[in-house]
């Protein structure tokens, strides 16, 4: 029987994928009490027993919501418990007996990954996402690409910036410290090789 020689590259990719399925995202994301709400994400807001309060609320570019009776509200950044409990502070302090506050992420905030990979789109950012996962999530390279001219683009402080990564650096010696941590609604282009 003849034998397939795969690079290495095929097996860092397997292994990511495998890592990254949608159900085992999803399971880390339950698990994940440390999870920091971003920009962009739909949050689910619900008081007991206030139904005037329920509200659904997306996180502003500037990290805030806004809240009936409280205004704005520092979101990006806390887990969901910190702002359970600054909400439920704030109400306490001013309005309401011993209320009883649930947060949820209705949405998760997303980066969207073009050019040479083989299924581009959007994908939702649950904890920290690196560019190498983001290209994983997408299904990895096609035979053209060219992973040593990644381009990220990023809105800083409405201005556009960019930054190159070069991922073959990491599928190739294992060196990581190319691998940028994405933001929400980054975009990432992986180019075509011209050979």
């Given at each position: ?26 399971a880390e994301q339950e698990r994940d009490v440390n999870y920091r ?97 983001a290209i994983t999530r997408a299904g990895g390279f096609t035979p ?12 800083e402080n409405g201005h556009e910036v960019t930054f190159e990564v ?30």
């Amino acid at each position: 029987m003849k034998k397939t020689y795969l690079p290495p590259i095929f097996g860092v990719l397997l292994f990511s994928l495998l890592c990254l399925s949608p159900a085992r995202i999803h399971a880390e994301q339950e698990r994940d009490v440390n999870y920091r709400i971003g920009v962009g994400d739909l949050l689910r807001i619900e008081v007991y027993d206030e139904p005037d309060l329920d509200k659904e609320v997306r996180v502003l570019t500037d990290g805030f919501i806004s809240f009936p009776l409280l205004g704005r509200i520092h979101a990006g950044g806390r887990t969901v418990d910190e702002l359970e409990k600054d909400i439920t502070r704030r109400l306490g302090e001013k309005y309401l007996v011993s209320p009883q506050v649930t947060v949820f992420v209705k949405e998760f905030s997303s980066v969207f990954v073009f050019g040479e990979v083989k299924n581009p789109g959007s994908f939702p950012i649950f904890g920290k996402l690196t560019v190498f996962e983001a290209i994983t999530r997408a299904g990895g390279f096609t035979p053209v690409a060219n992973p040593s001219k990644v381009k990220v683009i990023r809105e800083e402080n409405g201005h556009e910036v960019t930054f190159e990564v070069d991922i073959e650096k990491l599928t190739k010696n294992g060196d990581s410290s190319q691998d940028r941590e994405l933001r929400a609604n980054d975009r990432v282009i992986v180019p075509r090789s011209f050979f």
